[in-house]
């Protein structure tokens, strides 16, 4: 059955089951659902019926799929049907279930692959996402990848099975330090056993502009998807179930920036408590007033006027649920004559009355409300640096990024290492007796100077031949923006780099050896490669890039066009 098709048959359900329910005044609601009338949720092809536990009730819910499957062959599977009863129910059990002839059901369950809970979300109840990462992390143990294969695999393949929790729940942080464990072992180790991390997850979870791998930060992640939900309630959307049933029983009265954060289930509380993070960003814009709440809404300068003015609902006769058009008059303010100091301090510092509906608007980033601009409220930004440039650009090739990333940060395993200098420290590359560190690396060691060298005598590129440090700071303000000849030679940096170091590591672990020429031929090759593949258009920037990297400018209409 097509999915169209479903949603009109389980419309039909629905009406069958609304008519039975009017027919038969005995049907009682579940507890807090009289007010919206709620008996039923339909998800995919799935069906909950809500009632309260008494006979009669649950014989509107047997008639009304009777008569249901009459009228069009469908039957409730009574295998997979289940009746959950809650504990005050238990004297009614065996008549209730003799009703339906459904099987027994008990709370937690799972469905949709997410528990279904009575209770606080527990660890115990996120094992099953913990055990779904570590088996993914297990499938990919045996291959060879690369850092940056590994970083990729994290950000596209481990960070979806997190996602779709974080949509549902406020995860508890003892769980999110347990993934960002997994996370942080997969991507320095390669599995699931502890070892020691180069740079922080902190710093790994930054933008790259920022000096990270631009890894989304968890936490941050779980309250930029949850605050849909509190938008949602903002915004009083009221095509939402959810959002109608939090209206009536959750908040009544007041608003989302008035109810207590003390009060309600653990979930409640804690999506609740966002609203602080997002309210600097959400600007009430008064129109007829018909909208928005006088006294629980923040249309205010000061915010929502209850939180300031207890008093002010006495001293103003204005009701506690007034709406905000109760003090409008024909697009002007018309407040109440009133003589206590504190109200008429209320009148202070009105905003303008735009006319029109009442539009609340999201003006923070992105320009719009989404979880993406709620994630940057809750992981701002912070200063961009400078050397982050180096890692950008058309001809960037993953794992001599990574390589260089390390580099700069001088986190590579060099043996001027305190744990590593039990293995000698001496520069395996020059053989000389100079102590290895990222300085000596990069480029004071005779044999990448050598290298440098020998890239030079091919391709045509200024050079400071100074410390590592300098090096950085220069390239970073010479070779920075979109110019293809700059992204080039940032290219041409981090494969120098990478393949020094990686040289480094045969000579130590394989005992083998190349000269500085092999490693330019490797580097200006690989650069020449990149540069063939990305089939720039016909332009004097092209022209002169293929030029210094001394590429044949393909025939006309073989390229380029």
Known sequence: MSPFLFVLVMEVLTLILHQRIEQNGGFSYHWRCDRIQLFQLGFADDLLLFSKADPNSVRVFKEGLTVFADFSGLQANLHKSHLILSSSAAPLRDTLLAI???????????YLGLPLLASRLSIADCRP??????????????????????????KSGLSALQ?????????????????????RTFLWKGNTETGYAKVSWQ????????????????????????????????????????????????????????ISTRSGTWGWR???????????????????????????????????????????????????????????????????????????DITHDLPNIHGGPDRILWTGPRGS???????????????????SSLLGGNFKIPRHRFI????????????????????GTSCVLCQEDSQESHEHLFFLCSYSTMCLRAIRRRVSFHWPYNSWSTVIRWASARWRGKHVVSA???ALLASLVYHLWRERNLRIFQHTTRNANEIARIVVSEIQDLIICKQLPSSVSTRGLYRIWRIPWPVEGEAHT
């Open 100 to 110: 339906l002839d459904f099987q027994e059901g008990h709370l937690p369950l799972r």
């Open 129 to 154: 996402i913990l055990q779904k990462i570590e088996t993914r992390i297990r499938e990919w143990d045996g291959i060879m990848l690369s850092f940056a294969g590994r970083v990729q695999l994290i």
């Open 163 to 183: 996602v779709y929790w974080a949509m549902a729940f406020i995860l508890p942080k003892h769980v999110i330090k347990e993934i960002e464990k997994r996370l």
């Open 203 to 258: 710093q790994v979870c930054r933008p790259v502009n920022e000096g990270g791998l631009g890894i989304r930060d968890i936490h941050a992640l779980n309250k930029g998807l949850m605050s849909r939900h509190l938008w949602r309630l903002i915004v009083n959307e009221r095509s939402s179930i959810w959002v109608n049933w939090i209206l009536h029983y959750r908040l009544q009265n007041y608003s989302v920036w008035t």
């Open 270 to 344: 804690k999506l609740i408590r966002l609203r602080d993070s997002l309210r600097p960003y959400i600007t009430y814009r008064i129109g007829d007033g018909t909208s928005f709440s006088l006294w629980h809404n923040p249309w205010h300068t000061r915010g929502p006027l209850i939180s300031q003015f207890p008093l002010g609902p006495q001293h103003t006769s204005l009701p506690f649920s007034a709406p905000l058009c109760m003090v409008i008059l024909e697009e002007t303010w018309n407040w109440p004559h009133v003589t206590n100091m504190e109200s008429v």
């Open 369 to 387: 409300f989404s979880a993406a601009a709620a994630y940057t409220v809750f992981c701002p930004s912070g200063p961009t640096i400078g050397w």
């Open 404 to 423: 260089l990333w390390l580099a700069i940060l001088g986190r590579l395993s060099t043996m001027d290492k305190p744990w590593l200098q039990h293995l």
């Open 488 to 490: 080039s030679y940032r």
